[in-house]
C-alpha cells in the first residue's frame, strides 16, 4: 500500500483501509503527536520490543516505558 488519504468522520474515527488493517493484524495503536504530524504505532511492536526484559512481572507497556526512562536518567546523571 502507498499513500492514500483517509477522512474523519464526525465522530473523529479515521478508517484504516481493509488492506492497511489486514496487513497489520492488530487492532490498537499508540497515538503520537509529532509536530504537525500524527503517527499511529501498532501496540504489539511497541510492546514486542520489551520480550524477556521484565520476566514475571506483569506490567504495561507504558509502565516499562517508565522504567526504562528512569533508569536511563539515572544512568546519564552517574556519568555526569
Known sequence: MGTEIVKVDRNGRIYLPASLRKKLRVDSFYVEERGDEIVLIPVRKRI??????????????????????EETEQLLRDEL
Open 48 to 69: 514486542r520490543k520489551y520480550y524477556g526484559i521484565f520476566r514475571g512481572e506483569n506490567l504495561s507497556a507504558e509502565e516499562i516505558d517508565q522504567l526504562i526512562e
